[in-house]
T-cell receptor, first 109, second 112 residues
Framework: RKEVEQDPGPFNVPEGATVAFNCTYS??????FFWYRQDCRKEPKLLMS???SGNEDGRFTAQLNRASQYISLLIRDSKLSDSATYLC??????????FGDGTTLTVKP | DAGITQSPRHKVTETGTPVTLRCHQT?????MYWYRQDPGHGLRLIHY???????DKGEVSDGYSVSRSKTEDFLLTLESATSSQTSVYFC???????????FGQGTRLTVV
């Protein structure tokens, strides 16, 4: 079983739609969590951190459920520019950072 | 953005030859990572370093070795390149165990 699992999608949604991605992790000792965005043939870039209390950044909301060992990302009012691959990342105290395989989102006019 | 430079950016090499990829950072970050990215597999950790001369294996370390003789440089060596090592390689750095990672622009390696 992979340490971090994501629904690969692809997700094809119209502009204005709300879309949610989930990611599960197997290591209960995992300490910190992030969502990254990767555009085609580019390096991944941080989208947002994920906190236990949940956090929001504009149209993006991230949540963490430690008991069930999953994190989620919600995108509201999707824009064409949101089309990308979204990667969840799980860190351990030993410094190891494990990425999910990514979920591809395409937002269509 | 952290100053992370990968070199070379593109390389074509023959099967059986050794190849070394370099990651150079100017931010004095303690942690450095090498990932490979292939279609359908996302980013897979090859090796990482938690300090000078301190390294550990990731999930796909076979056929790769690393060295970190100074804070700013993390080298990835393919001891004898194989076609299965054709991939895009990303270097990343972090200041601490629970901080965000910053990535280099990637190295596209083709083994023929």
């Amino acid at each position: 079983r992979k340490e971090v699992e994501q629904d690969p999608g692809p997700f094809n949604v119209p502009e204005g739609a709300t879309v949610a991605f989930n990611c599960t992790y197997s290591n209960s000792a995992s300490q910190s969590f992030f969502w990254y965005r990767q555009d085609c043939r580019k390096e991944p870039k941080l989208l947002m951190s994920v906190y236990s209390s949940g956090n929001e950044d504009g149209r993006f909301t991230a949540q963490l459920n430690r008991a069930s060992q999953y994190i989620s990302l919600l995108i509201r009012d999707s824009k064409l520019s949101d089309s990308a691959t979204y990667l969840c990342v799980v860190n351990t105290n030993a410094g190891k950072s494990t990425f999910g395989d990514g979920t591809t989102l395409t937002v269509k006019p | 953005d952290a100053g992370i430079t990968q070199s070379p950016r593109h390389k074509v090499t023959e099967t059986g030859t050794p190849v070394t990829l370099r990651c150079h950072q100017t931010e004095n970050h303690r942690y450095m990572y090498w990932y490979r990215q292939d279609p359908g597999h996302g980013l897979r950790l090859i090796h990482y370093s938690y300090g000078v001369k301190d390294t550990d294996k990731g999930e796909v370390s076979d056929g790769y070795s690393v060295s970190r003789s100074k804070t700013e440089d993390f080298l990835l060596t393919l001891e004898s390149a194989t076609s299965s090592q054709t991939s895009v390689y990303f270097c990343a750095t972090k200041t601490g165990t629970n901080t965000e990672a910053f990535f280099g622009q990637g190295t596209r390696l083709t083994v023929v």
